[in-house]
């Protein structure tokens, strides 16, 4: 499934952000799937919860009864009082929505698990935002360019720790992004998916038997754009979210025709067709549009 964060993070008051929504929602052939708030839109004077919260999701029941189609708003209820976020997300349920969002590791394990066992029957979204300051190597460590200089902790650790706690769907980072791509993001996919992985030297990771532990989907950001569209989905599967941020509001035609250009990237995926494939017969497309801009290789898009 496809979504953006609206660029930028912070800044919009929560009229506004119900406004850009639903225009996206239903921009296209209305199938596009989810808007996430970042990790920072928490509650701010401009912007707070509550009123996001309402106007959002009133925002996502109309553009489903104009669509036809489902939509998901990851309404990120984090905060540093568990008692607040357990309102915000009885809030949520009782609007109609479908999905909360957790910044996981500001949150702490603890507050993710017992969320776990209070959600009032919520999509629980794991946004992994600060994980680098735990997981960063201080070296270039397991890219097979050097030694590991100092401590840090995997990844692939805090992702085994958060499917272990429940969540629902979780940043994987992503192969053609603006992170470092040496097949980390594929693994940590494994991690979150797949019932037992093997161990893979190039990682130092033992593997894992997960005896049946419900799946988790991965959700590959990070600077991505609809170029990359095709080659994101065979290296993650299709049962993953593709989130595309500035790639979708950067649309040298505006935002709905990102969504166009998104929309026409998994369908050609779909139909077998590469997006370069598309592009060559689609010339006026959304798709040949972006890739015009940003081209079918990584380039960050904010």
Not at 119 to 124: A, C, S, Y
Not at 201 to 210: A, D, I, R, Y
Request: glycine share 10%.
């Amino acid at each position: 499934i496809i979504g953006t964060v609206p660029k930028p993070k912070v800044g919009r008051t929560a009229q506004e952000q119900a406004v850009l929504a639903r225009r996206l929602w239903t921009a296209g052939d209305g199938s596009f799937d989810f808007i996430k708030d970042d990790e920072n839109l928490t509650s701010l004077s401009f912007n707070r919860f509550e009123d996001r919260a309402k106007l959002v999701l009133e925002a996502q029941r109309k553009a489903e009864k104009q669509t036809g189609f489902r939509k998901l708003y990851l309404c990120n209820v984090t905060h540093s009082n568990f008692d607040v976020m357990m309102k915000r997300a009885d809030m949520i349920k009782s609007h109609g929505g479908r999905c909360m969002m957790l910044d996981v590791v500001a949150s702490g394990v603890g507050a993710v698990h017992t969320m776990r066992l209070k959600n009032p029957e919520l999509i629980i979204h794991a946004h992994r935002a600060m994980h680098a300051f735990i997981t960063r190597e201080s070296g270039v460590g397991i890219s097979g360019k050097g030694d590991i200089n100092g401590f840090s902790v995997s990844m692939f650790i805090l992702a085994k720790i958060f499917r272990m706690l429940g969540v629902d769907s979780m940043h994987s980072g992503s192969p053609k992004s603006k992170m470092e791509d040496y097949g980390e993001a594929e693994e940590i996919g494994g991690i979150l998916t797949q019932n037992k992985t093997l161990p893979n030297k190039k990682f130092h990771t033992l593997g894992q038997n997960w005896f049946g532990m419900k799946n988790v989907w991965p959700v590959a950001s990070g600077g991505l754009h609809p170029g990359v569209m095709d080659v994101v989905i065979a290296k993650m599967t299709p049962d993953c979210y593709v989130q595309l941020g500035g790639g979708v509001l950067g649309h040298p035609e505006g935002g709905e025709r990102g969504v166009e250009a998104a929309l026409e990237a998994r369908n050609a995926v779909y139909s077998g067709l590469t997006v370069k494939e598309f592009v060559s017969k689609n010339p006026n497309s959304a798709l040949s549009k972006a890739v015009e801009l940003w081209g079918t290789e990584p380039k960050i898009v904010y």
